[in-house]
Structures are given as structure tokens and as C-alpha cells.
């Protein structure tokens, strides 16, 4: 379905307008091919992106810096390889199950893929090259990846590197939040046999998955939709966000569930509620620092759905299959440290049919 430009002018943006002189934002990104998106993005969004002085993200998507560090951060330490550290019967089925990926890539590529020169050899080497030297739980995420559906949308800058080029085509000063260490270091944090175990878990599901006796609960697709419906409130964004598979299933034996339960609270402890106070903190340093200057903060949708919150109840116009809302949020992480007004710079929520 698609939307006049009209109706797309009434739909929820994902941007929040810090109330100063001049005014900064923050805008919700998300982890897909911007082409998808960018048409849906009302335009106050991009003019505010257009008209602030300073971007900053996440993380310096732009720094090849960044690129390197992430990859030094998922390497097995002292040149461990992945034989070496898993039980064989899971090392068996992970090099089984990527040696399938490989075999099935060529017909997952887009005929628009192979047309600009995007080969699947290429991006099997991109994506797993070396995967025999990474640790456990980045090989976990990895396979998680290693969809048809993700693969079809490899090739194309996603939304918030693109905003990155974007910002240095514009001569735009740009920068970083977090560093590539805090964003890493959480996820080495896990115990062996809590990494184990979510491998596994990854592992069970794409097996399930390629048997046909599983289907995937929210999809890429999912994602997009609701992303360019400005849905606010769906729960998928979470995932998007964290990019940690939940693994607390009602199917899992209470023991296990435990286990999931824990890797669960770590994550939330780790990535969500510890990240949001730093950030927050960083935020406000910077609007301190800089009162004369517009900031563009561009940070993951999903983090909406964590740190703003709904203090006005929802009123619709209009619902079509798709759903809608017309609220008011104030940024959770910000409450009590942060003495700054924000508003919903577009709220209303009418979707189309």
C-alpha cells in the first residue's frame, strides 16, 4: 500500500523537538536500506536534519576507526579459533548450517543485487568471512542475520549510515555518542555457558526454520511497515534495537528458561538501562556545551519504545488495518536528570487505506 503525499504529511513522525533557541531533535533511525523508508519520511523530519548544525549518532558510522574496532572487539582472544571453544556437536551443526546459507545465497540475490555487481560469494565472504575466529555470541548474531530476507536487503546503505553520508556530503559536523567499546564489551560480558546456550538456541530456530516447522514471528517486512505507518508504539522495533534474539520461550524446559531469563535481564541491565543513563548524560553535555548550536540526534527507533514514554492516551481519526495514534511522549531517560522540554513534533497519527 502506499500513501498520497498528503496522508503521509499526517503520519506520525519519528522526530521529537528539543525546545531551545535554536531548537535541536531527535530523530528515530532505523537498521534497513534507506530506499525502503525515505520516501515515507514526513518532510519536517528532513528539514530538521537539513537545518541543524551538528549530527550526531550513535556511533561514527563514517570513521574507519569504528569498522576496525568492531572487528578487533569480535575476534576469539590469543588466536583462539571457534573449534577450539565450542562442544563439537554445536560446531558440527553451525558449520553445517553455513555451509547451507552459502549454498541457498545465489537465489537469494535480487536480480537489482546482481545488476550492480553484488555477488553472493562476495557478500557470503563479507558477512561470514573469517568466522572461524570470531567468539561465540558474535557468531550467534551473525547467524541470526543470515536470513533471505536480510540478505535481499544487503548492497544498499541503511537508514542511519546514509543520514552519515548524507551529513558529510552537507559539510555538516557529525559525531559520536557511545564508543565502539561500549557497545561491544556488554555483549563479551556473557559466561560461556550462557553463550553456549544462545547459540544453540539461534542454531535450533534456523534449523526449524529451514525444516519449514517454524515460522518467523515478525519479519523485515514487519519492520518497514510499521516504521513507515509511524507506528510508535510496535514491539518490533525492540528487537530492532537491540539486536539480541529474546530467547525466553514458554517451550523451554525451567531450567533453560532460567538461563534465558537471565541472559535476558543482563542485556536489559547492560544495553538498555545502563546505555540510556550514558547517553543521556552525553546528550546533555552537549546542549550545555553548545547552547548557540542546533543539534540532530539520530538514534535507533526502537530506543522510542525505551526511553519515551506515552503520558497522554491515544485518540484516532482514523484506523485502517495498519493502526494509528495521536500521543504526546517525554523521554523517560531525561526525566530526572535532564531539565529539557520535548514535543512530538508531528503527532498526528492518521494512517491510510
Known amino acids: 500500500e502506499t500513501a498520497t503525499g498528503a496522508a503521509q504529511a499526517d503520519l506520525n513522525s519519528f522526530l521529537w523537538t528539543i525546545k531551545r533557541d535554536p531548537p535541536s531533535y531527535f530523530y528515530g533511525t532505523i537498521h534497513v536500506p534507506y530506499t525502503r523508508v525515505w520516501d515515507f519520511i514526513p518532510e519536517n523530519s528532513k528539514q530538521a536534519f537539513q537545518e541543524s548544525n551538528i549530527v550526531y549518532f550513535e556511533l561514527d558510522l563514517t570513521d574507519p576507526y569504528t569498522i576496525s574496532a568492531l572487528t578487533s572487539c569480535q575476534l576469539l582472544p590469543h588466536g583462539e579459533n571457534l573449534q577450539d571453544v565450542l562442544p563439537r556437536d554445536i560446531y558440527k551443526r553451525l558449520k553445517r548450517h553455513l555451509e547451507y546459507v552459502k549454498l541457498m545465497m545465489p537465489s537469494w540475490m535480487t536480480p537489482d543485487q546482481r545488476g ?71 555483549l563479551n560480558g556473557l559466561n560461556f555457558s550462557q553463550v553456549i546456550f544462545a547459540l544453540n538456541q539461534t542454531l535450533l530456530q534456523q534449523e526449524s526454520l529451514r525444516a519449514g516447522s517454524l515460522r518467523v514471528p515478525y519479519t523485515t517486512e514487519d519492520l518497514i511497515r510499521h516504521y513507515n505507518c509511524g507506528d510508535l508504539n510496535s514491539i518490533v522495533f525492540n528487537h530492532d534495537t537491540s539486536q539480541v534474539p529474546n530467547f525466553n520461550n514458554v517451550t523451554l524446559p525451567p531450567s533453560e528458561q532460567v538461563t534465558a531469563q537471565e541472559i535476558d535481564a543482563y542485556f536489559r541491565q547492560e544495553l538498555i538501562y545502563k546505555r540510556n543513563e550514558r547517553m543521556g548524560k552525553r546528550v546533555k553535555a552537549l546542549l550545555e556545551e553548545h547552547p548557540d548550536k542546533s543539534f540532530f540526534f539520530a538514534f535507533g527507533a526502537g530506543w522510542s519504545s525505551v526511553i519515551i514514554k506515552t503520558n497522554m492516551e491515544s485518540k484516532c481519526d482514523h484506523t485502517s488495518e495498519w493502526g494509528c495514534s495521536d500521543s504526546r511522549f517525554a523521554m523517560v531517560a531525561f526525566e530526572t536528570s535532564l531539565d529539557i522540554k520535548l514535543d512530538l513534533s508531528n503527532v498526528r497519527g492518521e494512517t491510510w487505506d
Open 116 to 186: 550492480k555487481g553484488l555477488y553472493a560469494d562476495y557478500l557470503f565472504n563479507a558477512i561470514a568471512g573469517n568466522w572461524e575466529r570470531k567468539r561465540p555470541v558474535w557468531v550467534m548474531l551473525m547467524v541470526n542475520s543470515l536470513t533471505e530476507a536480510d540478505i535481499k536487503t544487503r548492497g544498499v546503505p541503511v537508514l542511519d549510515l546514509y543520514l552519515a553520508q548524507e551529513a558529510e556530503r552537507m559539510r555538516k559536523r557529525t559525531g559520536a555518542v557511545e564508543k565502539v567499546e561500549e557497545q561491544c564489551h556488554p
